[in-house]
């Protein structure tokens, strides 16, 4: 069985960072490509950032420069980095892993095979 937690969420000020974990157990992290999305109220889930098996990574423009995706095989687990948070950043965060993505599958909430309960992240003006 395959469990994604996730933990670092909180309160910050515009322009702070915070570096979100996800913890990975059932299966290796390196099984897997992994995403997070984001969901704000009253909107969608939306792609953030993804990284392949082989460890490429993908992010969403909004987010490019700014967050930056990475996993720790001997934690088995993965990161998003988010520096210079904005307001516009603000909603409940969660990861994701799939056996198998291809092409631009890792953008699509409904390809991913696992999810974590997700973790709040609340930006300030």
């Known amino acids: 069985q395959v469990q994604l937690v996730e933990s670092g969420g909180g309160l910050v000020q515009t322009g702070e960072s915070l570096r979100l974990s996800c913890a990975v157990s059932?299966?290796?992290?390196?099984?897997?490509?992994m995403g997070w999305f984001r969901q704000a109220p009253g909107k969608e889930r939306e792609f953030v950032a993804a990284i392949s098996p082989r460890e490429s990574t993908a992010y969403a423009d909004s987010v490019k420069a700014r967050f930056t995706i990475f996993r720790d095989v001997s934690k088995n687990a993965l990161y998003l980095q988010m520096n210079s948070l904005k307001p516009e950043d603000t909603a409940v965060y969660y990861c994701?892993?799939?056996?198998?993505?291809?092409?631009?599958?890792?953008?699509?909430?409904?390809?991913?095979?696992?999810w974590g309960q997700g973790t709040q992240i609340t930006v300030s003006s």
């Open positions: 994701a892993a799939a056996f198998t993505l291809n092409g631009r599958e890792f953008m699509r909430v409904n390809e991913y095979d696992y």
């Open positions: 059932g299966r290796s992290v390196t099984l897997f490509a």
